[in-house]
């Protein structure tokens, strides 16, 4: 075969095979929605920013970024939402103290 019909062929196949454009589907364009969980963390944080923050079922890695921001170390120790934390609730924070939290 000559590259004249061979590229012929090949052009009508891919012409022929390629779907329609006015049977595409016009894709979702809309903004999807914002997890509200971890904003009511965040603003809980925000206004006791000098105290440790109650983390219990809030997604591990909400609670290391929220905590990090607070100046603590963190160590994890699971996957899942915090089930347990080392430093209790309203405690003061300390900046470079260690939190440990244990996830499920």
Do not use: C, H, W
């Not at 000559?2 to 062929?9: E, T, Y």
């Not at 509200?36 to 809030?58: H, R, V």
């Not at 934390?85 to 440990?100: D, E, F, M, P, W």
Request: proline share 5%; charged share 25%.
């Amino acid at each position: 075969d000559v590259a004249g019909p061979v590229f012929k062929r090949i052009a009508q196949k891919i012409f022929t095979d390629a779907p329609s454009t006015n049977k595409i589907k016009k894709l979702d364009s809309r903004i999807p929605k914002q997890d509200s969980s971890y904003n009511k963390y965040t603003a809980e944080a925000n206004k006791k920013s000098s105290q440790i923050p109650d983390l219990k079922g809030m997604p591990g890695m909400d609670a290391i970024a929220l905590l990090e921001n607070l100046g603590l170390k963190v160590k994890v120790n699971g996957v899942g939402k915090v089930k347990k934390q080392s430093l209790q609730a309203g405690q003061n924070i300390s900046k470079n103290t260690t939190i440990v939290l244990e996830l499920s």
